[in-house]
């Protein structure tokens, strides 16, 4: 086995989940032992059915444990923030409207987001959506898009990211190159899209290069096999997509995050030796474990742990690649506002929810 600091090393590059509302002793023993750079918060995590203030102050405690038990200061503390049915925490943070029907008001929400954010600690939030709703029969995307073509998609996702941006959130564009087109879900099997490279060019990769020309400064991994372009692996593992299309053609230079590794779409490949290894050279920096599949147990998170170790004492990953991806997380994690949870007024909150009625009704 290897030796806490290389397990540590990879906690770097690891996102995780957290069991509930209190840490047990798996996520205890798991923040102790990988230290991860930061955590990926679900419904899960909300205590339910009490007062604002008692639920809050109950994250507020979660928040500290993960901190203490990690033993870091400086963390990514993220949400999938997006926004109808992509909400996790109750009320009274404000339910927005799915991206499609808040286009027109994507800055004001996001600003107002950002706020409620803030609020709850957290300075990650998984959005805007770089998708284009382009299929109706897509099961996951559809109205998570901003539009149904190129510029009404990249309008409201820059406008989105922007008001994160203002207040203090960072903003991650997703999923790349893009999962607008498919027509099965990717957390239950592996989508297939035999796009050419030159369709991408064409279609779904101009949200992401306008986003990118706005400064993105995270980009989210899509785990879709396009046959055209590469072959043999989904984005997530693909060097043509992430390094040779994003980096090189697009000139992305921030932070690749790979969407989560418990979806099933890519779950089973992570419990082969050698896969993380595909994964950095590929271009990733973060890798995000959800620990939401009933499989997903501590030692499943442990093992791709080990994994990263491994290839690190064989030789098979290049400790400059781990390197390189440090720095540019690192680098984002100084820029990223570490905040305290705090209750918000009654007054604030009502702007934010007349905001809503004005996205539901702002074409009547």
Not at 270 to 286: E, H, I, M, R
Request: net charge negative; aromatic share 6%; with cysteine.
């Amino acid at each position: 086995m290897s030796t806490p600091s290389q397990l540590e090393k990879f906690g770097n590059h690891l996102l995780i989940g957290i069991s509930g509302t209190q840490l047990n002793d798996d996520d205890k023993k798991l923040l102790s032992t990988v230290k991860p750079i930061g955590i990926v918060f679900y419904g899960k995590n909300f205590v339910t059915g009490r007062p604002y203030e008692v639920w809050l102050e109950t994250f507020k405690s979660l928040s500290a444990q993960i901190r203490e038990y990690a033993e870091r200061d400086d963390m990514f503390m993220s949400l999938d923030h997006e926004g109808g049915r992509v909400h996790r925490p109750p009320m009274p943070i404000t339910r927005f409207p799915e991206a499609y029907l808040a286009s027109k008001n994507a800055l004001s929400i996001a600003a107002c987001a950002a706020i409620e954010l803030k609020s709850m600690g957290i300075n990650v939030s998984w959005a805007p959506d770089a998708d284009i709703y382009s299929n109706p029969n897509n099961p996951i995307i559809g109205t998570r898009a901003f539009g149904t073509t190129p510029e009404s998609a990249s309008v409201g996702a820059i406008s989105y990211l922007a008001g994160l941006r203002d207040g203090g959130i960072i903003g991650c564009a997703k999923h790349f190159p893009g999962h607008g087109d498919t027509s099965t879900d990717s957390h239950l099997e592996l989508p297939v899209l035999h796009l050419t490279k030159e369709e991408l060019q064409a279609r779904e990769l101009l949200p992401f290069q306008a986003l990118i020309g706005a400064e993105v400064p995270m980009v989210m991994t899509a785990h879709i096999l396009f046959p055209k372009i590469d072959a043999n692996v989904p984005a997530t593992l693909s060097k043509t997509i992430l390094t040779g299309i994003l980096r090189e053609e697009l000139g992305f230079k921030g932070v690749i995050v790979s969407d989560d590794l418990d979806m099933k779409a890519v779950a089973d490949m992570y419990a082969k030796p050698g896969t993380v290894t595909q994964t950095f050279n590929a271009g990733c920096d973060l890798l995000m474990v959800s620990r939401n599949l009933p499989s997903s147990s501590i030692e499943r998170t442990i093992a791709i742990a080990q994994d990263f170790a491994d290839s690190i004492n064989n030789g098979s990953l290049d400790e400059q690649i781990v390197e390189t991806a440090f720095r540019r997380v690192d680098k984002l994690l100084a820029m990223t506002g570490q905040y305290e949870a705090h209750l918000l007024s009654k007054d604030v909150l009502r702007r934010h929810a007349s905001l809503v009625i004005d996205c539901v009704f702002s074409d009547l």
